[in-house]
C-alpha cells in the first residue's frame, strides 16, 4: 500500500511539473511572448526623450500602444523623459528606469565605469550637423585654436559625431575637442544669428531647421555628419538595467518585438508616424518625411568597436572596449 501511495505521489508530481512547464505567458491580445509565468503584477519603467529622432521608435510605439500588444498581460508600463545622458545613467543604475535609450557614447562611458547596464540593440542613428557664422570658415579644419563651438551636451551623440569626423579628416582630435563649450540649443542659434562668442555650433535635428532658417542672417551649415554616423554607430542603444535584464527576459524579449515592428512598418507606415513626430518635434511633416527616407532606424550596431577606439584614443574611455567582450554578445543584432 504504501508503495502504491509512493508511486501516485511521484506520477502527481510529474503531472505537476508537466502542467508548470507548459504555462506560458501572455499579451494583451492574448498572444503567447514566452518568458517566465509569473502572474504577479509588474511594472516597467521605460525612458524616452520625446525631442529627440534617434528614439523616434519609442515615440511612435508610444503613441500607438504597441507595447500593450506584445507586452505580457500583467505588465504595467510607466514611461519617463528624462533627457540628460548623466542623469539617464544614474537612473539606470539605481534602478528608477529598467529600460532606456541613452546614446551609445553615453551607455560606453558608463560600463568603462563598472556601471550594471546591458545593451540590447541598437536603437536609432542620430542627425547632426555643424554650422558656423563666420565667412572664413567653411569646414571644421577652418576653426582655430581659442574659437568657440557650441554643443548641447558632451558624451552625447553630437560630440561623438564631431570626434569621429574630426579623424577621418585627419585633424588634431584634441586639439578641436577643446573648442566645444556647452550651451543648450536655443541660446547658441540666438549666439549664431548675434555672431557673438561662439564661431561654430554642432546642432541635432531639429534645432538644425532652426539654424537653417538663419541663411539671410549669415549662418551656414559646413558639415553633415551623417557618413560618420552610419560608420561609427552613433545614435542611441536599447539599454537595460542588468538585474531587470536577468529577471524579465519576456518583457525585454516584447520591447524587442516592438522595436522589430516599427523598423519592418517603417516605409509602409511612413506618412503616418511622420505626422506623429512632427508633432512632437514641432516641425513640418515635409521635413520628417525627408529624415526617415535618409535615415531609418536599424537594431543593427556595426561601429561599435571602431567608436570605443575612437573614445579611448581621446581618454575618454580607460580601454579600448569591445563588442564581442559583452556577456550577451550572441544575442546583440549586428
Known sequence: ?????????????????????????????????GGQASTQERTVVINYN????????????????????????????EWTT????????????????DIGTPGIMAYMTAIDEGAPLTLMSFYGYATVMAYTNQDNINSLADFQAGDQISISGLASNPQAAYLAALKEEGLDVQKYNQMLVKIPNTEAIAMLEGRNQIKGSILSFSANLKADALKDQGVKKIRDFSDVIEKYSIGTALIANTDFYNNNPDICE?????????????????????????????????????????????DKLTGYNDLAQLLYEVDMLSKPLKLEDLPNYDSIPR
Open 1 to 33: 500500500m504504501k508503495k502504491r501511495s509512493k508511486i501516485i505521489v511521484g506520477i502527481l508530481a510529474v503531472v505537476v511539473v508537466a502542467i508548470v512547464a507548459t504555462i506560458v505567458v501572455k499579451n494583451n491580445n492574448g498572444q503567447e511572448v
Open 50 to 77: 520625446p525631442d529627440n529622432y534617434a528614439s523616434a521608435v519609442f515615440q511612435i510605439a508610444k503613441e500607438e500602444n504597441l507595447m500593450e500588444k506584445y507586452l505580457p498581460e500583467n505588465v504595467k508600463v
Open 82 to 97: 528624462i533627457a540628460s545622458a548623466s542623469d539617464i545613467r544614474d537612473a539606470m543604475v539605481a534602478g528608477e528606469i
Open 254 to 298: 516584447a520591447i524587442r518585438k516592438v522595436q522589430n515592428e516599427v523598423i519592418e512598418n517603417w516605409d509602409k507606415d511612413m506618412e503616418k508616424n511622420a505626422e506623429i513626430l512632427a508633432n512632437q518635434y514641432d516641425c513640418e511633416v515635409k521635413d520628417v518625411i525627408d529624415l526617415m527616407e535618409k535615415q531609418p532606424p536599424t
